[in-house]
């Protein structure tokens, strides 16, 4: 089964650190996507790529988060600084144009 | 803005019982609608999808009618199982392909 894939499953840092996620979207899936999931709440957006081109930014990526899918497969996204507020389930999925989106396991933040 | 709307949870019913998920939508134009599932420490999964008005999305007997007039997508089932037992997001797409607006998900539980 080669579904979407998070690397890694778990991470807890202390409040001022940088950490760093990694994606691995469906081979053939063109389009890749984040979104962050707080306790009780659904999926929110953050950004998505077609290719290596990022399309779209929400408003709650601040300038302390940065997305990058540098040769349209894989896809990092980085926090700079992490706050407590942070703290969250991170999600990626990936479609081809048009379609589903499929989603991994994610990544869950904590933040000291 | 675009924003989706599901019943509170938690829902709790005994096996067999018949099921309701209310969920009502708020947006521009004409949007794709979804049903996703997430299973106890497993990742999202689409569940159904319905992409214009009237249609009906269906999967592993669970049922959503796209309806325009009411701006809604009520999931049902007619039987649930234990297994069902999960916490069920209805989300939005605009675009097909871009970004999902979900609800707050509703966290189901089945008794034998």
């Known amino acids: 089964d080669t579904g979407v894939s998070q690397d890694p499953r778990h991470k807890i840092t202390k409040r001022g650190q940088n950490v760093t996620f990694r994606c691995d979207p469906i081979s053939e899936h063109n389009r890749l996507y984040w979104y962050r999931q707080t306790l009780g709440q659904g999926p929110e957006f953050l950004t998505y790529?077609?290719?290596?081109?990022?399309?779209?930014k929400s408003r709650l990526l601040s300038d302390r988060f940065s997305a990058e899918r540098p040769k349209g497969s894989f896809s990092t996204l980085e926090i700079q600084r992490t706050e407590q507020g942070d703290s969250a389930m991170y999600l990626c999925?990936?479609?081809?144009?048009?379609?589903?989106?499929?989603f991994g396991p994610g990544t869950r933040l904590l933040v000291l | 803005g675009d924003s989706v709307t599901q019943m509170e949870g938690p829902v709790t019913l005994s096996e067999e019982a018949f099921l309701t998920i209310n969920c009502t939508y708020t947006a521009t134009g004409y949007p794709s609608l979804f049903w996703y599932v997430q299973y106890p420490g497993e990742g999202l999964q689409l569940l159904l999808k319905a992409t214009k008005a009237d249609d009906k999305g269906s999967n592993k007997g669970f049922e959503a009618t796209y309806r325009k007039e009411t701006t809604s997508f009520h999931l049902e089932k007619g039987s649930v199982q234990v297994s069902d037992s999960a916490v069920y997001f209805c989300a939005l797409s605009v675009d097909l392909g871009g970004k999902l607006i979900f609800g707050q998900g509703t966290e189901l539980s089945v008794k034998p």
């Open positions: 790529f077609q290719n290596e081109a990022q399309l779209e």
């Open positions: 999925a990936s479609s081809t144009r048009g379609e589903t989106q499929y």
